[in-house]
């Protein structure tokens, strides 16, 4: 199972982005997905985690500004990022965990995490 995230760049204060991140694979299932971002010399850190409709968690820094969403059919999860401020500059990378399926003695089942590659995000003037 890999996961690819797409949609990083530049953008002025006050802009907007949409990353996304699909999940490619012998999926089984998403249990939930996500997004973290690293600021150069911080720690990486939550942005928005989605399990369901109800199950929804944002960093108090980006509430009322990102939104996350998931496709389960394509097991794709989306963040709108508005109002962007210079602040949330970071490489932001996609998490998952996830049931894949895989043949071993029979069709067995393993839950993990899995991380993408990370998207760099630069808000500037």
């Known amino acids: 199972v890999q996961l690819q995230a797409f949609g990083g760049g530049l953008v002025q204060p006050g802009g907007s982005l949409r990353l996304s991140c699909a999940a490619f694979?012998?999926?089984?299932?998403?249990?939930?997905m996500g997004w973290y971002r690293q600021a150069p010399g911080k720690p990486r850190e939550l942005v928005a985690s989605?399990?369901?409709?109800?199950?929804?968690n944002y960093a108090d820094s980006v509430k009322g500004r990102f939104t996350i969403s998931i496709d389960f059919n394509k097991n794709t999860v989306y963040l709108q990022m508005n109002f962007l401020k210079s602040e949330d500059t970071a490489v932001y990378y996609c998490?998952?965990?996830?049931?894949?399926?895989?043949?071993?003695?029979?069709?067995?089942?393993?839950?993990?995490?899995?991380w993408g590659q990370g998207t760099l995000v630069t808000v500037s003037s």
């Open positions: 998490n998952a965990h996830l049931t894949r399926f895989y043949y071993g003695l029979g069709l067995e089942l393993s839950h993990d995490e899995y």
């Open positions: 989605m399990a369901n409709k109800d199950t929804i």
């Open positions: 694979g012998p999926i089984y299932g998403v249990t939930d």
